[in-house]
């Protein structure tokens, strides 16, 4: 299983980003998936997640703001980022639930 995230890059505080995650196989069909963030300095942190049964999980500080989704006939998954903040500047990792298998990472930076 491979996993490759993009979508990643340079946007002004306020604005939008979507990332991508696809997968080699059809595994976020089977599985839970999240999505987590790095910045510089600082341990990683779960972002959103969502359940096979389309329940989902949000950070407290991108509740309202970030939307996980999944297209299950494209094998990806997404993070729609709204209303971007210096503080969302990261490297955003995808991962499958329960699971050794992590996208690369896609970096995002929120800065004027």
């Known amino acids: 299983v491979q996993l490759q995230a993009s979508g990643g890059g340079l946007v002004q505080p306020g604005g939008s980003l979507t990332l991508s995650c696809t997968s080699s196989t059809n595994i976020f069909r089977r599985n839970a998936v999240a999505w987590y963030r790095q910045a510089p300095g600082k341990q990683r942190e779960l972002v959103a997640s969502?359940?096979?049964?389309?329940?989902?999980n949000y950070a407290d500080s991108v509740k309202g703001r970030f939307t996980i989704s999944r297209a299950n006939a494209k094998n990806t998954v997404y993070l729609q980022m709204n209303s971007l903040k210096p503080e969302d500047t990261a490297v955003y990792y995808c991962?499958?639930?329960?699971?050794?298998?992590w996208g690369q990472g896609t970096l995002v930076t929120v800065s004027s």
């Open positions: 969502l359940t096979n049964g389309g329940s989902t």
């Open positions: 991962y499958v639930i329960g699971t050794i298998y």
